[in-house]
């Protein structure tokens, strides 16, 4: 029962006000709350089309157009219009309005550009059958679908919406892939690595192997080959110069042998040859005269990698799919052109997710199971404003030489200073592009393992006052970089030299810094620096382990920790979830041990999550426990962990991935970022940060659409606000309380009916009415 002071004479005096001066809240930002987005690179573009004024471009992730017009950017992916992710194959059929992508597990989907349809055929993918099924290349002649697997060929008929044949071939050729398919003068080719070989298109039994001829073999890989103007053309791989040849009745004539490049594929599109290489597009005419290349696109001056390329309807443009840039096009000569891809990071890679000053990092890693090195360069993606940058040696140079970028952080007082804690080169700062390098041959930064210049930082974390905390692996201390530019050292009593630290976590409240130890018999290490950076001399530590009165620990394997809003330590261990309720007691006389949450599961009372590894805990607004898995996706828990709030899977979510690497959540937006070992994908939840006084209160979507399938959101609150919304009338139709900052409503009255049109007011109250705040919304 919710209870309001004062309630009914607030009401009332508000009310007349709020009717009479009505203005929309246009508030909103991101996506709503509810619902799921991807976080993945538009580049590496695999096929290309053109509909019109749509350029299209496909890569592992996303079907997207781009209206040429408009400036329009629309995207598709398994979140709305596709099936699944990680595609290997596209093509673009104009004669049936459709577009087949093909996937690494040999799923398929056809999607109809007219209508917005698609058709899912996962019949490879559901097939039982040892090998890999990954579709390779797509090809359409006629009424029939040439699927290019890993096993084979697979043909598909598109009146009878089913396949036709499948011809196992790989099995004859030392298992290795068909590359790629076509027909030509009434036989049917396959590529393999070397060989090409050929049958009868209308021959018998074309399973049988021995009914197939070899057409060409080389010592060299063939790279591509398709037919081109009624032609056959095949790119040879030759190091630096790759050849073009072309079928002459009975032998191969060179085309192009001199280009020196790395040649992906060739087309011919508007009378047209047109070569795609590694750093350049030449473009050809009917009689392979050059007419003009293309080695760079504007304004950046990025170098081209193309992987496909179709002329627009009008014949105006070249729209170029590229490895790098994703989606580009080119008119008329070498200068014109530009890049047209929407803002995503420029990689899948995801190590750690951290989030500082209201912006997202993500950087690429890292290390292995073992703690060894996976010599990754540095690339940190950052999201702030709703949009992508990356960070890494094209920006600048002076870290071409730097690898294992393993955490990120923005400094919370300047947004242009950049951290980047690395695995054995020390500590990159950037300060308005400026770039700094710490190690241990030119700062008091330890080194690992006594290597001069080799210096593994295990994790990074701001204190609330600015001051930059770094823990070096192996080191017995604790390194401050202080907000006046300053490092200290903070020795370390205990000894944890021989063990490799996680993510440390700095509790303000008792001035103590605890460190997991994931690997090992490490434990929990609480150092107390008693909120006095520059004097060691009252600094102490100590180390929780499984012992009763020292932890109590389920293991003293402890992979993640999280403190929360009530001053509650949580530890995930490889025994289960823990708590320690006490932590004002450490290094007192007092009880600290850590106590387990048990729950029913199956029947069965268990200790929370004892069968999970954690690899990261985070606290929301609501004070809510987010639980990232290795194996079993997210666990969210109630704020003292007793009931189930949600269990993400990729089973019943957008989730990418059920192994979650690390995660983070924006408290301001509520969106919860989850980084998968398949990339990035953040889920906006009914919880932030709540205020200490009341905000001006923020509802989206508003107008409400009359449709809307999702909640109407309300933030600005005050923790634990009691929130009643009421129509024009003054009838109450709902009413909750706020999870932190944030109240949601479905759109369904107290009595099960679904909202009319009009307009509502949002009354909010703290419990003794001292805090109180309207809003006003209109459903449409």
Same mark, same amino acid.
């Given at each position: ?577 823990? @708590? %320690?309720?006490? +932590?004002? !007691?450490?290094? #007192?006389?007092?009880? /600290?041990? &850590?106590?387990?949450?048990? $729950? ?59 192994? @979650? %690497?690390?995660? +983070?959540? !924006?408290?301001? #937006?509520?969106?919860? /970022?989850? &980084?998968?070992?398949?990339? $990035? ?100």
């Amino acid at each position: 029962m919710l209870r309001y002071s004062s309630w009914n004479r607030y009401k009332k005096f508000c009310f007349l006000q709020i009717f009479i001066i009505f203005s929309f809240n246009l508030f909103s930002q991101g996506i709503a709350v509810g619902s799921w987005r991807y976080h993945l690179p538009f580049n590496n573009v695999i096929g290309v089309a053109n509909t019109g004024n749509l350029f299209w471009a496909c890569n592992s992730y996303y079907l997207y157009s781009y209206d040429v017009t408009t400036s329009e950017i629309t995207t598709y992916s398994k979140l709305n219009k596709l099936s699944d992710i990680n595609i290997n194959a596209y093509t673009f059929d104009k004669a049936h309005s459709i577009m087949i992508l093909g996937y690494q597990n040999g799923n398929i989907d056809i999607f109809n550009y007219k209508n917005l349809t698609t058709r899912n055929v996962p019949d490879i993918y559901l097939k039982s059958m040892m090998g890999s099924k990954s579709i390779n290349n797509i090809y359409v002649k006629d009424n029939f679908i040439y699927f290019s697997c890993d096993f084979g060929i697979a043909v598909y008929d598109l009146n009878k919406n089913e396949f036709k044949n499948t011809y196992y071939l790989s099995q004859y050729l030392q298992n290795k892939k068909v590359k790629a398919s076509f027909i030509y003068n009434d036989y049917l080719y396959s590529l393999f690595d070397t060989i090409i070989i050929s049958a009868p298109l209308n021959g018998s039994n074309l399973n049988d192997f021995t009914n197939w001829n070899t057409f060409l073999a080389t010592n060299s890989e063939i790279i591509y080959t398709n037919v081109l103007n009624n032609n056959l053309y095949a790119v040879i791989d030759s190091g630096w110069n790759d050849l073009i040849i072309k079928y002459n009745v009975d032998h191969w004539d060179t085309i192009i042998d001199t280009l020196n490049f790395n040649i992906n594929k060739v087309i011919y599109d508007n009378n047209e040859f047109i070569i795609l290489a590694d750093g350049a597009v030449f473009i050809y005419d009917n009689f392979w005269n050059l007419k003009y290349k293309i080695y760079k696109y504007f304004p950046n001056d990025n170098v081209p990698y193309p992987q496909d390329a179709i002329y627009s309807a009008d014949k105006k443009y070249l729209i170029i799919g590229d490895k790098n840039v994703g989606l580009a096009y080119n008119w008329n000569d070498t200068w014109n052109n530009r890049i047209v891809t929407p803002s995503g990071p420029s990689s899948d890679q995801c190590f750690k997710v951290s989030y500082s000053n209201e912006t997202i990092l993500s950087t690429a890693g890292g290390y292995d199971m073992s703690f060894g090195n996976l010599w990754n360069q540095i690339n940190v993606e950052i999201f702030r404003n709703e949009n992508w940058s990356s960070y890494n040696s094209d920006k600048f140079p002076e870290l071409s030489n730097a690898r294992d970028g393993i955490k990120a952080l923005i400094d919370p007082f300047n947004a242009n200073r950049l951290f980047i804690a690395t695995y054995g080169y020390g500590l990159i700062e950037i300060n308005n592009n400026i770039v700094k390098i710490f190690n241990d041959t030119n700062s008091i930064l330890p080194s690992t393992s006594g290597i001069t210049g080799f210096c593994r930082i295990s994790d990074i974390q701001f204190d609330a006052a600015g001051n930059l905390w770094i823990l070096v692996a192996g080191a017995n201390e604790f390194t401050v970089y202080k907000t006046n530019g300053q490092m200290v050292r903070l020795p370390i009593s205990s000894s944890i030299s021989n063990n490799n630290p996680g993510e440390m976590v700095i509790d303000e409240n008792n001035n103590n810094v605890y460190v997991p130890f994931p690997r090992g018999s490490g434990g929990v290490l609480v150092f107390k620096y008693n909120g006095t950076i520059d004097n060691t001399s009252d600094d102490r530590s100590m180390i929780l382990t499984t012992q009763a009165g020292n932890g109590k620990l389920p293991s003293n394997i402890v992979y993640s920790l999280a403190i929360d809003k009530n001053d509650q330590l949580w530890l995930a261990t490889s025994e289960g979830v823990a @708590v %320690i309720y006490n +932590t004002q !007691n450490f290094f #007192t006389a007092n009880s /600290f041990d &850590a106590s387990q949450i048990i $729950l029913e599961v199956d029947g069965y009372a268990m200790p929370m999550l004892i069968s999970e590894k954690v690899n990261k805990i985070e606290i929301d607004g609501a004070n809510r426990k987010w639980f990232a898995t290795d194996n079993a996706g997210i666990f969210t828990f109630s704020s003292n962990g007793d009931k189930e709030v949600y269990h993400f899977t990729n089973e019943n979510s957008p989730l990418l991935s059920n192994k @979650v %690497i690390s995660m +983070t959540i !924006n408290p301001i #937006t509520g969106e919860v /970022f989850a &980084a998968t070992d398949l990339g $990035l994908v953040s889920y906006r939840s009914n919880a932030t940060e709540p205020f200490t006084e009341m905000q001006e209160i923020k509802i989206f979507p508003n107008p409400v659409p009359a449709d809307i399938n999702g909640y109407i959101t309300i933030d600005g609150l005050p923790e634990d606000s009691y929130v009643t919304i009421t129509d024009s009338y003054g009838k109450v139709v709902y009413k909750t309380k706020s999870l932190g900052g944030r109240a949601t409503w479905n759109g369904v009255d107290v009595y099960n009916n679904k909202a009319k049109r009009g307009v509502y007011i949002v009354w909010v109250s703290n419990d003794d009415g001292s805090i109180k705040g309207t809003g006003k919304f209109f459903i449409e």
